[in-house]
């Protein structure tokens, strides 16, 4: 079964609302998490880590005033999107080693469906 | 050049086949080794995850790992249609970055 869970799998919204996904690791707990935007036949490409406890880090070119990530504990990590335009449209997936880092055992959540109109 | 590099396809192959999926890589620092599935508009699930060199074999499934060669690769025994879907590699050093392949779509036609 699914160790790592998103939450909405699907999303429409207007332009200029904001919009929240969760990340919850299941049976582990993950201070980190990493949340990845994919295109339409396009691999994974990373946005932001996700520290627990302390802030994010964002990759080159990601705005972190758009895309807040909040990992409050060590089971959840939210990405709000904020002020969201018709190109934040995206699939957004969220993954968490399960485990220590060191054994680099990865999974990853259903993802979510982003639609702005 | 990329850290990984993995032939996109599409790859299209008779139910009952045997699929071989590769990748290749510079950084000889990678030590974890992954293929994911990912169905259309589904998150990736992991099928297989290798520690440094080896294979690896889990039903239909066997994953190797080449060190010397940078080289990593997923075998898929009798395919079936429902293992239609993009495969995904992806590598990291120490657990804490991962980096990934483009992914490569195979069809199974039945």
């Known amino acids: 079964g699914a160790v790592v869970s998103q939450h909405p799998s699907r999303v429409i919204c207007k332009s200029g609302t904001s919009v929240k996904i969760e990340c919850r690791s299941l049976?582990?707990?993950?201070?980190?998490m990493f949340w990845y935007r994919q295109f339409p036949k396009q691999s994974l490409m990373l946005m932001a880590t996700?520290?627990?406890?302390?802030?994010?880090?964002?990759e080159q070119g990601v705005e972190k005033d758009k895309f807040l990530i909040n990992h409050a504990s060590l089971t959840l990590s939210t990405l709000t999107v904020t002020s969201a335009h018709p190109e934040d449209s995206s699939f957004y997936i969220c993954?968490?080693?399960?485990?220590?880092?060191?054994?680099?055992?990865?999974?990853f959540g259903e993802g979510s469906r982003l639609t702005v109109l | 050049q990329k850290e990984v590099e993995q032939d996109p396809g599409p790859l299209s192959v008779p139910e009952g086949a045997i699929v071989s999926l590769n990748c290749t890589y510079s950084?000889?620092?990678?030590?974890?080794f992954m293929w994911y599935r990912q169905y259309s508009r589904k998150g990736p699930e992991l099928l297989m995850y290798t520690y440094s060199s080896g294979n690896k074999e889990d039903g239909r499934f066997t994953a190797q790992v080449d060190k010397s060669s940078k080289y990593i690769s997923l075998f898929i025994r009798d395919s079936q249609p429902s293992d239609s879907a993009t495969y995904l590699c992806a590598m990291s050093v120490s657990g804490n970055q991962f980096y990934f392949g483009t992914g490569t779509s195979l069809t199974v036609i039945p």
């Open positions: 950084n000889s620092a990678f030590q974890y």
């Open positions: 049976d582990f707990q993950a201070t980190t």
């Open positions: 993954s968490a080693p399960k485990g220590s880092l060191n054994t680099g055992e990865l999974f």
């Open positions: 996700s520290n627990e406890g302390s802030k994010a880090t964002y």
